[in-house]
T-cell receptor, first 113, second 112 residues
Framework: RKEVEQDPGPFNVPEGATVAFNCTYSNSASQSFFWYRQDCRKEPKLLMSVYSSGNEDGRFTAQLNRASQYISLLIRDSKLSDSATYLCVVNPREGTGGFKTIFGAGTRLFVKA | EAQVTQNPRYLITVTGKKLTVTCSQNMNHEYMSWYRQDPGLGLRQIYYSMNVEVTDKGDVPEGYKVSRKEKRNFPLILESPSPNQTSLYFC???????????FGSGTRLTVV
């Protein structure tokens, strides 16, 4: 089982739609979680951190469910500019003091007019 | 402007010819990391560093070396590149373990 798993999609949605992505992780000791977006052939860019209480940034809402070991990203009122690949990121917090960061393979979103 | 700078952006080299990809950040971040990205495999961590002179292996360290002699620089060294190291490479930095990474623009490496 992969340490971080995402549905690769693609998700094809019309402008204005609400779309949600989930991401599951295998290490129950994971401490911090993030969502990034990546445009084609560009570097990943931090979209938002994911907090235990859930957090919102404009049209974007992130949630963490520790019991079921998944995080989610909800995008409301989708825009054409939201078309990208969304990467789920987990810091598993190794016991040796090292801090790996593990990326999911990404979920592709296409928003069409 | 706060940024991570990688060089070169594009590189074509031959098997066995040593190369270095440079990475520099101007944000005084302690943590730095190298990733490679391949189709269908996503981003995989090669090496990471928690501070000057402190580095550790990621998931795919074979064939790579790194050094962290100064806080701002974290070069990636391929002593003897092979075609299976053809990939898109990203350097990234962050201020702490609970913060997200800022990425460089990437280096597209082709080994023939």
């Amino acid at each position: 089982r992969k340490e971080v798993e995402q549905d690769p999609g693609p998700f094809n949605v019309p402008e204005g739609a609400t779309v949600a992505f989930n991401c599951t992780y295998s290490n129950s000791a994971s401490q911090s979680f993030f969502w990034y977006r990546q445009d084609c052939r560009k570097e990943p860019k931090l979209l938002m951190s994911v907090y235990s209480s859930g957090n919102e940034d404009g049209r974007f809402t992130a949630q963490l469910n520790r019991a079921s070991q998944y995080i989610s990203l909800l995008i409301r009122d989708s825009k054409l500019s939201d078309s990208a690949t969304y990467l789920c990121v987990v810091n598993p917090r190794e016991g040796t003091g090292g801090f790996k960061t593990i990326f999911g393979a990404g979920t592709r979103l296409f928003v069409k007019a | 402007e706060a940024q991570v700078t990688q060089n070169p952006r594009y590189l074509i080299t031959v098997t066995g010819k040593k190369l270095t990809v440079t990475c520099s950040q101007n944000m005084n971040h302690e943590y730095m990391s190298w990733y490679r990205q391949d189709p269908g495999l996503g981003l995989r961590q090669i090496y990471y560093s928690m501070n000057v002179e402190v580095t550790d292996k990621g998931d795919v360290p074979e064939g790579y070396k790194v050094s962290r002699k100064e806080k701002r620089n974290f070069p990636l060294i391929l002593e003897s590149p092979s075609p299976n190291q053809t990939s898109l490479y990203f350097c990234a930095s962050r201020s702490g373990e609970d913060y997200g990474y800022t990425f460089g623009s990437g280096t597209r490496l082709t080994v023939v």
